[in-house]
């Protein structure tokens, strides 16, 4: 990273850090500089730094033993090679996401990002985050609020054509048949409304996974509303765990890789996907509390709940298959 | 009276009723009428009417035969849409059952008309459209749409930068069936507001330029019998390329409009269905060094329109069908952009809101549940508070 673009992220980062209540003292400290650095050089080689950093964005930093998770472990790496001594600790934190919203803001990374990891933006209400975590997250989503959405036609001048037209009426018109490709058979032959709804919301997670994830999740809902299923059931989002856990048994289908391994490791923010790998082999609330991280009382009704397993699915086919 | 023992049913289970779900586990359409569907429900395929057709002792004589391709789960049927376009027959049909608004977007050859449609299913389906109080639920003409979108793209991959002669689209051709040339597009919409579940069906005419010239011309009633099921339409979108307007030929293209416009006058003098005109300046992103469009709340006043206040007869039969009740709207629209910079849609969003909130004004009852006091009958308590109010 170029000095110009050192300057600018600083920048950037003081006009969050006057929002934030950081004072401009701790902003320009040396620690700060080696944290602009090296995350910046982290989120531009590390392949796994656009989903990470999603996370990072969303740790809650008042709960205690937050620096030690494990999706804070790669750029942490990478920082203590620019500087040794330096120890992370709890406090750490906050300045990290800090840098990291600047350098995002100021597109460093340079990357897919958007595409990729901005569908767990929409999950972050449900993790508790306090007030300045909150401005953090609160900044990230504004800077990603309609990303990924088409342009029509498409605005970039070497790519003439609907590609990405063409996936979304291929996509209307799968979602309109209630035809399950993989189980070659109608949607309407589930009589379990939960199984239905898992089958649909991960199967459009095939079709729709290159599109804006807003509209797309909306389509997702107007199928389910076409089967017949009541959208407005609101239920707490542990409840809606526990009824969709015997059914991911049932369908067994496998997380792929990279996010089967990075899940694996922290999964925060992925309580559908912590629930397909069933790491603890059973239901526990408060592991599952403790490694997804987000708030399981937290109220959601069945159309937002098929958005968020909708929302994992597309996360999921995006890693693996790219988005092109 | 005890019914003739029916032929054992076709293995897998094939049932010529749309609603049934049988074949899949679920339960017989008619189940109060045969509580035992698999020996008795007349609409299952059976192994007789496989083999033979259906006899003189069909129960099914004497009743209309329902495709078998109207089952939409059957395992390797059509579904019970084509894609294709709908013709008159299914609106009018579609009129009786639902909350269907019918629009018709008339204007001569090369104004725009299909790139208005494109432009907008391509925008609703992408969740583009945020100020529409309706999201994308549905379409019966997805084909056609995918069809007109490959039209398009053909058209953007041969527009040169400075747009040639304007014609992104090959005009819709007529169609050789001259008994029914009306097509419609269907977009089914559901609205915003959480407390509306209804699913309404929006039909867009889809015709060709050559039959509103025709409509605009000929004054016989007769004459336009074909294009009847436009009189029943909620909304008309007269639509004019902005460009022809501002050209040195523009008394002849408003001599077109002003046409149009009085005919629909008449329409809506006569006592059509008609509740709203809007009157398209398409293309406008041509002509924008030389009409500078004015703020929406003074767009029906022509002398904000620079040099397209000179179409004295066009804003007369504005004004005219003001008159006879017609919420009237005017709109500068660019479905699809020259500039590189501007390649979003322009204006069409605003054209749709005006005509749906137009003719979709519905208001919703309040839900009123008296308060029932502890330990009282709800019943009791319902009748007393109903005397009371």
């Known amino acids: 990273m170029d000095e110009a673009k050192i300057k600018q992220v600083k920048d950037e980062l003081l006009k969050l850090v006057k929002q934030s209540g950081v004072t401009k003292a701790e902003a320009n400290t040396e620690k700060m500089d080696v944290l602009i650095r090296a995350a910046g050089d982290w989120l ?179 199928i389910l509303l076409s089967l017949g299923q009541d959208l407005d059931e609101t239920k707490t989002l542990w409840q809606w765990i526990e009824l969709t856990y015997p059914v991911i048994q049932k369908v067994k289908g496998e997380v792929q890789e990279p996010l089967n391994a990075l899940a694996t490791e922290d999964c925060l923010l992925l309580p559908v996907t912590y629930l397909r790998l069933d790491l603890a082999r059973k239901l526990d609330r408060t592991t599952m509390a403790k490694e997804v991280g987000v708030d399981l009382d937290g109220k959601l009704d069945r159309g937002e709940w098929a958005a968020w397993i909708y929302r994992e699915m597309v996360l999921e086919a995006r890693m693996t298959r790219g988005m092109s | 009276m005890s019914a003739a023992p029916l032929p054992a049913a076709l293995v897998p289970l094939r049932c010529k009723n749309p609603d049934c779900t049988l074949p899949q586990q679920g339960g017989c359409a008619r189940q109060a009428e045969f509580s035992q569907p698999l020996s008795n429900c007349p609409d299952l395929l059976r192994q007789a009417e496989r083999a033979a057709g259906a006899g003189p002792s069909d129960p099914n004589q004497g009743r209309r035969e329902e495709p078998e391709e109207k089952n939409p789960d059957a395992d390797g049927g059509a579904a019970p849409w084509s894609g294709r376009s709908l013709m008159s027959e299914d609106v009018a049909d579609m009129l009786w059952r639902r909350p269907a608004r019918l629009l018709a977007i008339a204007g001569p050859i090369d104004a725009g008309k299909t790139s208005l449609l494109v432009s907008f299913f391509l925008q609703l389906s992408a969740g583009q459209c945020k100020d529409l109080p309706y999201r994308f639920a549905s379409s019966k003409s997805l084909l056609e749409l995918q069809q007109l979108m490959k039209r398009v793209e053909d058209g953007l991959r041969q527009r040169t930068p400075s747009g040639g002669s304007g014609t992104l689209l090959d005009h819709t051709p007529l169609d ?177 809101c005006h005509f749906l909130n137009r003719v979709d004004r519905r208001r919703l009852q309040r839900v009123v549940e008296p308060p029932v006091p502890v330990g009282a009958s709800p019943f009791e308590t319902m009748r007393r508070w109903k005397e009371v109010s």
Request: aromatic letters at 8%.
């Open chain 1, 44 to 222: 531009t080689k590390d392949l796994d730094a656009e989903f990470r950093s999603v996370q990072i964005l969303h740790l809650n930093t008042s709960i205690p033993g937050v620096h030690q998770r494990k999706c804070l472990e790669s750029v942490w790496n990478r920082i203590q090679v620019d500087w040794e001594e330096v120890g992370l600790e709890a406090a750490d934190v906050l300045p990290l996401q800090l840098v990291l919203s600047a350098l995002v803001r100021c597109n460093v990374e340079n990357l897919t990002y958007s595409d990729v990891a901005s569908v767990l933006f929409h999950h972050g209400p449900y993790c508790g985050l306090d007030g300045k975590s909150i401005q953090v997250v609160g900044w990230m989503r504004a800077h990603y609020s309609g990303a990924g959405d088409l342009g029509i036609p498409p605005a970039d001048e070497d790519q003439p054509g609907f590609a990405a037209v063409e996936t979304q009426s291929n996509f209307l018109w799968w979602g309109q048949a209630k035809y399950s490709h993989q189980s070659r058979v109608s949607f309407r032959t589930y009589k379990d409304k939960d199984e239905q709804l898992w089958r649909v919301a991960s199967e459009a997670a095939d079709w729709g996974h290159l599109l804006a994830v807003a509209p797309s999740s909306a389509w997702v809902q107007e």
């Open chain 2, 176 to 352: 050789g069936d001259e008994e029914d040339p009306s097509r419609f597009i269907h977009l089914g919409l559901r609205p915003r507001n959480e407390e509306d579940d209804r699913h309404i069906d929006l039909l867009i005419s889809d015709m060709s330029g050559e039959l509103f010239t025709q409509y605009g011309e000929v004054a016989e009633d007769g004459e336009n019998e074909r294009l009847s099921i436009l009189r029943r339409c909620d909304g008309f979108l007269v639509m004019v390329d902005a460009g022809k307007l501002v050209s040195p030929e523009w008394r002849k293209a408003e001599a077109d409009l002003s046409d149009l416009i009085t005919r629909l006058v008449d329409l809506k003098r006569g006592g059509a269905h008609l509740q709203t005109v809007g009157l398209v300046f398409s293309k406008f992103d041509q002509v924008i060094d030389q009409v500078m469009p004015p703020q929406p709340p003074a767009r029906l006043a022509r002398d904000h329109w620079g040099i397209l206040k000179r179409c004295n007869r066009l804003w007369q039969q504005l004004e005219a069908a003001a008159a006879v009740g017609l919420d009237v709207g005017v709109f500068p629209v660019a479905a699809f952009p020259l500039h590189p910079t501007e390649r979003q849609p322009i204006g069409v969003e605003s054209v749709l």
